[in-house]
């Protein structure tokens, strides 16, 4: 199992970015794809995930400003950040959980500033 995160950079506060995680290995459809983000010096913490049946769940933080989506055919979860705050700057890695085995992406940087 693979995970490549994508999309990261720079945005003003206010902006948006839509970031992409893609699979290999296993299907998206089948496992919950998990997304989490470390800010600098803090632990990682879990940003929001899209369930294998498609039920979605964020954290208070960032509710009504990001949202999950995937692409089936594509193999790949996507996370839509809107109103981005420069609280929200950190590296956001995807995750999965197959078999008890949890595999990690190796993350994008997401930095809000002016």
């Known amino acids: 199992v693979q995970l490549q995160a994508s999309g990261g950079g720079l945005v003003q506060p206010g902006g948006s970015l839509r970031l992409s995680c893609a699979a290999s290995g296993t299907l998206v459809t089948t496992n919950g794809v998990a997304w989490y983000r470390q800010a600098p010096g803090a632990q990682r913490e879990w940003v929001a995930t899209?369930?294998?049946?498609?039920?979605?769940g964020y954290a208070d933080n960032v509710k009504d400003r990001f949202a999950v989506s995937r692409d089936n055919a594509a193999n790949t979860v996507y996370l839509q950040m809107d109103s981005l705050k420069s609280e929200d700057t950190g590296v956001y890695y995807c995750?999965?959980?197959?078999?008890?085995?949890?595999?990690w992406g190796q993350g994008t940087l997401v930095t809000v500033s002016s």
């Open positions: 899209l369930a294998a049946g498609g039920a979605s």
């Open positions: 995750s999965l959980m197959r078999r008890n085995v949890r595999y």
